[in-house]
């Protein structure tokens, strides 16, 4: 979990915001206080991410995360650079009523 890696293999993402897209995002104004608030709405009881990381891990270490996590947010909103990783989801269909063989339901 706690690997010394190379920063020279740094991976390039690709930029998806182009043009009057990227403009858009000069709006967003992301600071630590945004971020720190963010992480306290957190709810501990929750499932992780696609990133495998507890909520509960993000929440005892948002005094030490929230700078960085910040930077990062800014950075990628400068660039209009946004990570693959960012973009991952773990989607999960939940049965609510009717019948359960209707792919609708």
């Keep these: 979990m706690f690997?010394?890696?190379s920063l020279g293999n740094i991976p390039e993402a690709d930029r998806?915001?182009?043009?009057?897209?990227?403009q858009k995002l000069n709006d967003i104004v992301i600071?630590?206080?945004l971020v720190r608030k963010k992480f306290d709405r957190?709810?501990?009881?929750k499932a992780s991410g696609p990133d495998n990381v507890s909520p509960r891990i993000l929440i005892e270490l948002k005094d030490?995360?929230?700078y960085p996590v910040t930077e990062i947010m800014k950075?990628?909103?400068?660039s209009g650079i946004v990570l693959d990783d960012w973009k991952l989801a773990n989607v999960t269909p939940v049965y609510k009523?009717?019948?359960k063989r209707c792919v609708k339901n």
């Design 64 to 66: 030490e995360i929230c």
């Design 3 to 5: 690997n010394a890696e």
């Design 75 to 78: 950075t990628s909103l400068e």
């Design 42 to 45: 957190l709810r501990p009881d």
């Design 16 to 22: 998806i915001f182009q043009g009057s897209d990227a």
């Design 31 to 33: 600071d630590s206080e």
């Design 97 to 99: 009523k009717g019948g």
